[in-house]
């Protein structure tokens, strides 16, 4: 019973191994971008802000709308510039 586990490992490792390497050789890996094109320098100075105003509810709710509004307003210019 443990040939045939060892043997059954020992496959699929093999298996694996040439899969994964054709996959890198044939097509790559592909690079993403780390963030997304709309949020700017503006933006992640209100989230840091916004984590440091987690035990004031009103203050953190209001800089999340604040947030949310900039984020829909730059990700709709980049949209319609890309256009």
């Given at each position: 019973m443990k040939n045939i586990r060892?043997?059954?490992e020992s496959v699929w490792k093999n298996v694996k191994k040439a899969i994964i390497e054709t996959q890198e050789q044939d097509i790559g890996y592909a690079k993403s971008?780390?963030?997304q094109k709309w949020i700017n320098s503006e933006i992640l100075n209100l989230?840091?802000?916004k984590?440091?105003?987690k035990r004031d509810p009103a203050?953190?709710?209001q800089l999340n709308r604040e947030?949310?509004?900039k984020m829909q307003r730059s990700e709709?210019?980049?949209v319609?510039?890309?256009v």
């Open positions: 060892w043997l059954l971008e780390k963030k989230m840091t802000e984590r440091t105003q203050k953190y709710k947030i949310q509004k709709r210019g980049v319609v510039g890309e």
